[in-house]
């Protein structure tokens, strides 16, 4: 296991949004946006069990995520890894609202999904010098 770089750490911590990886039963790669944090030290996200996500979770493991900062997308954080822990019901639950406070305010309307948590393989932060205002 690799450790979490401290920056993407911290785009994790942040109501920065997310470009999660995984691959369909054919192995071409599927991404979608979804919310992120950190849990027990391992970076996580949510969904529900019948997505797309979670069918091809449930069948290969191996993820990918880019953080984009939403003060300045230029400030990103990679980290490709594999899911080694769900955790279902009332803790995942919790944990589900906690995501939702962060980036609505307010708790989670589904009350229902399942959260994965990541063992990082290899991760690292990008800032890129450009502005993050256009002319």
Known sequence: MAD????VRELLEG???VS???LTAE???HATTVWGDVERGHPCFFTQPSSFKARNIDREPRVAMTIFDRENP???GQLRGHVVETIWEDEALAIIDRMSRKYTGADF???SG???L????ASRFTELPFADTPG
Do not use: H, K, S
């Open 114 to 116: 399942v959260v994965y």
């Open 118 to 121: 990541i063992e990082v393989a």
């Open 74 to 76: 230029y400030r990103t």
């Open 109 to 111: 309307p589904m009350r």
């Open 15 to 17: 109501p920065n949004f």
């Open 27 to 29: 192995g071409a790669p």
């Open 4 to 7: 979490l770089d401290p920056q």
């Open 20 to 22: 999660l990886a995984t």
